[in-house]
């Protein structure tokens, strides 16, 4: 599966961006996707997987939806907030479990930036 993430940008504080993820290969419908980011100087964190699953710091701010029609699975983020700036990036895993474990996903994407400002 190739990934490819979409939608980052710079948006004030309680601003909303959506993220797309357009995937292509192997069947889209038969993996399961994951939203991860990262920003400066930390480590790679959670942030959604599946359609209901949300780190705590997102958790309603954040939802996921996916269009099977066009292998793509969207990342709309609502009130945002300086410290969701970070580099988004989208993965794939034929696991629907385990969801907040980066190595249970074999596919990512390049990331995409987003940019909160205060």
């Known amino acids: 599966v190739q990934l490819q993430a979409s939608g980052g940008g710079l948006v004030q504080a309680g601003g909303s961006l959506r993220l797309s993820c357009a995937a292509s290969g192997r069947t889209f419908s038969s993996v399961y996707m994951g939203w991860f980011r990262q920003a400066p100087g930390k480590e790679r964190e959670f942030v959604a997987g599946g359609s209901t699953i949300f780190a705590d710091s997102v958790k309603g701010r954040f939802t996921i939806s996916r269009d099977n029609a066009k292998n793509t699975v969207y990342l709309q983020m609502n009130s945002l907030k300086p410290e969701d700036t970070a580099v988004y990036y989208c993965?794939?895993?034929?696991?629907?479990?385990?969801?907040?474990?980066?190595?249970?996903?074999?596919?990512w994407g390049l990331g995409t930036q987003v940019t909160v400002s205060s």
């Open positions: 993965a794939a895993t034929p696991y629907g479990s385990n969801w907040a474990n980066p190595a249970v996903y074999g596919y």
